[in-house]
């Protein structure tokens, strides 16, 4: 039964309620998107959200429900949050001392913890020297973590993924000599359009264009490719000029890339489309001064609901309730809550005592999670004073593949470079496997082949290998999202980037605990 | 005559010299490079730079003749402060009240005058809330601008050029309707190859493409245009996902844009390639709060010497010397100097008494300028918060041409959206012709073409035209900069991007300026 605040005149809410008796969710729906309440889009973690929002609201006048939350990562924080916001008790519980989860960026005197070794990072202390040993990146189209940003007042900045000065270096290529992602990206077009215009003069597809298309279609292709008059690729200002030149004197190119060295080497000529992808074409952004500048803002608003250092140890029914037991140090001891949001890595969580369903045990037993390690250093900004390469990624052999230039602070003496990032696979195992000291050592060893000022510039090398990490036991999941997990298992619901379709993403990690509050109110009948 | 300095032992610049006696100047500058002491590369500039601030030490205990600059946008800011750090007697005279020239920033409280009216900017007071009426952007390789920002503190950021989330949109396009440049790119990639493959296929380029080599360059082709395994473009994530999809189920690829509509109109297949240009390419950088950070970097270095306010009426020769004329309000005066190193703008220039060559006055008079105008207004960021686009240029018909969102303070309440940016021509000249109050509305109508939310949310529109802006007499130089200009006149020397092969670029101000040093050096012999 709901009842009319006393003094009110009709609010917001029962506007929206009265739309939903006419038209239902629908309508609900399209009424608070019009009302500016709501961003349209695609995602469904928008209109769980408002629903939830919205739906909660109506529950602040009987006896909400406790729940425990149980982790304190993105996806975590966010349920903890609205949970918050909309009255209920709560408790996030995280077994680290710090907010985040994966979300983790090190600065000078922060540890780096892995089930062999404990590094401390020995940056110097200064804003823009951070690595971001998790996510790193956020794409503009991550519209729910996004709109957590602007709630909380995280600034964002550009993250550069496509930097068409960064360099593409293979050792089997161009005599293993690095060459500027300019070079590439205007060598293929521009064969790739040589080609095709020559097919198409030679009349081999007059099937799909027609004679009267075909100076249009040339005249596209010239442009695409920076063509000759003669539909001829022969070099373009686009991928950089001969020395000396386009100051005091007129531009000229520089010598293209030949076709062979382009099209027929096995990784090469894949590497461009990276960027081309949906989640790392730009623009791409990174909160200013770390990725944790998140974490730390749901954290600031949950500071009476986290528990940090409390490690679960059993996740139990009680009768309709949950019972979890857990440990703090030496201390043990045991909740009884309605419900819990439990966003525990399934790498960690198989290993937990629980009384989830036979489906639900099965499903987490069988998420699959990539194996990532990355490796950073400080270092004087040669790359941009020596080089001209203002942040972006540069591309290497297996055994380090990237190179990161740090998107912040440009034009300062020092700066933070990633010297290495690998998704998971057998040079990630091998990067695992080492020492701390020896993964700096290799990753100078490869690094070099790139930038020769390499091994007199970088020190304080800092790396993770998110396998050895404990409480993560792993980076993301690299198997689909199990549909039994986005549902809820009696008192228990599931929350983690590895529920949705962007594993690896704090979005996903949003989109799966708004899921988990809409399940959470389906129960409640809120 | 050389005098070793009493005390000293021997300093850099003397085992500089010494190279120098033994190898020339190629070693002299080989060996500053490997010092550290230069920036290697392709800018004539940094040489001419080096090459001032060395020889002009060695003149220090001899009488410098006194240099007048006249005019202070970044060639003559440039020139005056290697002037001053070199000991020479200078001024810098200028006739507006603020450093920069055309890098002009506006922010609330400013007034942006024309010939026929003066605006006041009505922005509100925030340090992200400001227009670049001039240069908005410096790429990353304009080494020696960037020299100079990292000498000067200049904090720089990315700008963002290319945003895949942007909007292309044309009235004759696509039923009018907006599209996203990722919808665009993907389609004239998977386009482009597959009609490559079905060409390769059907063996119309056996003499380009070995047999040996087909299956290597398809395969190559299916990851360039996002192809099936048929090598046929049938959509691609790249483009953007169905609505709904990606996060809790998997993504679907929206609708793919058609072949007729994107290759056979007259302008949308050539957008694209904008960013694929040298000058263009990311990583595009511009400086924190406002491009004119750079011009009072500077002019803060040169308190003494900078003199605002002084219009030159006259540039004359006095036997070997240089007499300047001119005017502070009503006051009228002239100084006797021994060089001048002249940044007028030629079509300010044209007009000024002078005793100039006569080649020189006619390569003056020569000098053709563009015509640029933009409009800012200042807006809610519903760009960002309704549309997912964070930073980047849409762009539209020709009438406004572009869109630019704030490539700062992602998250922001406020931002200031550049509504139209005309490089010259019909539209400009339209434009110009328009009073502030017409441009806004002119920019409103057919912004709002691109943005159903801009007329509710846009206000306090603020542009420029620059041809009709005193002092400056138009934009860049679109006729080729005259050798003649690039060489002293007697005690005259010239600079300015319009000498360069970067006109509109700040870069090409500073290497003219860097030239105009060096030719100063050859004369005065130090």
Redesign the interface.
Known sequence: MKKKVPGSTQTRRQFLHRIGEAGGAAAVYQAMISMGLL???????AANQARWREQSRHGLNVSLPTVAVLGAGIAGLSAAYELKKAGYPCYVIEARDRPGGRNHTLRGGDVLTETDSAQQCAFDNDPELYFNAGPARIS??H?NL??Y??EL??????F?N????AYVHSRSAFGGQPVRA?EL??A??GT??E??A???N?G??DT??SFA?RA??LS??R??G?LSAFHRFEGS???????????????QAANPLAYEDV??HPDI??VP?FV???NQ???M?QPVGGMDRIAYAFAEQLQEELFYGVEITAIRRSGQRVRLEGRAGAEEGAIEVDYAIITIPPTVLRSIDNDFSAPVRTAISQVQVATPTKIAFQSPRFW???E?????ISWTDPEILQIWYP?????NAQGILVGSYLFGGSDAQTFAALSPAQRIERALVYGEQVHPQYRSNLSRGLSVAWQKVPYSAGGWAIS??APVL?QADGPFLFAGDH????PGWQE?AV??SM?ALANLADMTGV
């Not at 001209?388 to 972006?392: C, K, M, P």
């Not at 529920?499 to 962007?502: D, F, G, I, N, P």
């Open positions: 961003v349209p889009g695609d995602a469904r973690a503009q189209h519209k996004l709109a940003c602007r007042n995280v600034p964002l900045q550009a550069i496509d930097n068409r000065g300019r990206v205007t293929m077009r790739i359009a080609l095709l020559k097919a198409i030679a081999a597809l799909e264009i298309e249009q279609v596209v292709l442009d695409y920076a200002t686009r991928a950089g000029l001969q020395a000396g030149t386009g100051g005091l004197t007129p531009a099209f027929l000529p894949y489309s081309e992808t949906y074409a730009a623009t952004m941009e004073s020596e001209d390469i203002y942040g972006g998107a912040g602070g440009f034009g689909n999202p986005q529920l949705s379709y962007l996903g989109i799966s899921q």
